[in-house]
C-alpha cells in the first residue's frame, strides 16, 4: 500500500478560481513533506517545503499546510491560472538514521486542469 | 540554477535490445537517482549512487543495472529491454548531508521509453 495518498486524482477548474488538494500520508519518522509541480513532459519542480514544525508555508499563489498530528497535508491554489494545469505531487521523506540522502515517498499525483 | 540533463526525451526500442538511458547533473551533487514513474503510481526508486562506482538498490532494480563511473553522470542500463519495461524515466541529483536530513531532488525532463 502506498503510504502517500493523494485526492482526488484530478480535477477541472475554472480559471480564477480556487482549488484545495489533499495529502494523507503514514510515513514515518516523518522528516519533511514537498509538494511538487510537474508539468506534462517535464520533470517535477518543487513548490514548498515543510519540516515537523512548520503548518504552513507559501510559493506565490500557492500555499501549503500541514498537520503532522494528524499526517494530512494540503495544497491550495488561488485564482488559478492557465499556467497551474499540471500535475502535482506529494512527496514525503523518512527521517533515516544511517543514510544521508532520506528516501522519499511518492504520491500518485493530482492533475489539474484549468479552463477558460 | 541546477540543471539536470538527459539525454534522450523520446527513445522506442524493441524487445531484447539493450538500452542506455544518461542523466548528467552540472551542480556537484553527490547523490543521484533513477525513477520510473506510471499513470496512477508515484515515482518509484529504481536504483541511487550517494559517490562515484556507488550504487545502492531501489524499490524495483529487476531488469535494471546502473554505472556511475563519473561524479556528474549517471547511467540506467535496461539489459534486455521488454515491453513491460515501456514507462517515463527521471533522472535527479541532490547534495548529500547528515544523516536523516533530506536535501531537495532536482529532476530531469524525463525520458518517455516505449519498448515494442
Redesign the interface.
Known amino acids: 500500500k502506498n503510504q502517500v495518498e493523494q485526492s482526488p486524482q484530478s480535477l477541472i477548474i475554472l480559471e480564477g478560481k480556487n482549488c484545495t488538494l489533499q495529502c494523507n500520508y503514514t510515513v514515518s519518522p516523518f522528516s519533511n513533506l514537498r509538494w511538487y509541480k510537474q508539468d506534462t513532459g517535464r520533470g517535477p519542480v518543487s513548490l514548498t517545503i515543510m519540516t515537523f514544525s512548520e503548518n504552513t508555508k507559501s510559493n506565490g499563489r500557492y500555499t501549503a499546510t500541514l498537520d503532522a498530528d494528524t499526517k494530512q497535508s494540503s495544497l491550495h491554489i488561488t485564482a488559478s491560472q492557465l499556467s497551474d494545469s499540471a500535475s502535482y505531487i506529494c512527496v514525503v521523506s523518512a527521517r533515516t538514521r544511517g543514510d544521508s540522502w532520506g528516501k522519499l515517498q511518492f504520491g500518485a499525483g493530482t492533475q489539474v486542469v484549468v479552463t477558460p | 540554477d541546477v540543471k539536470?540533463t538527459q539525454s534522450s526525451?523520446y527513445l522506442v526500442k524493441r524487445t531484447g535490445e539493450k538500452v542506455f538511458l544518461e542523466c548528467v547533473q552540472d551542480m556537484d551533487h553527490?547523490?543521484m537517482f533513477w525513477y520510473r514513474q506510471d499513470p496512477?503510481?508515484?515515482?518509484?526508486?529504481i536504483y541511487?549512487s550517494?559517490d562515484v562506482k556507488m550504487k545502492e538498490k531501489g524499490d524495483i532494480p529487476e531488469g535494471y543495472s546502473v554505472s556511475r563511473e563519473k561524479k556528474e553522470r549517471f547511467s540506467l542500463i535496461l539489459e534486455s529491454a521488454s515491453t513491460n519495461q515501456t514507462s517515463m524515466y527521471?533522472c535527479?541529483s541532490?547534495l548529500?548531508?547528515?544523516?536523516?536530513?533530506?536535501?531537495?531532488?532536482y529532476?530531469?525532463?524525463?525520458t518517455?521509453l516505449t519498448v515494442t
Open positions: 539536470v526525451r553527490e547523490n496512477g503510481l508515484g515515482l518509484r526508486l541511487f550517494y527521471l535527479a541532490s548529500s548531508g547528515l544523516a536523516g536530513s533530506s536535501y531537495e531532488q529532476f530531469g525532463p524525463g518517455r
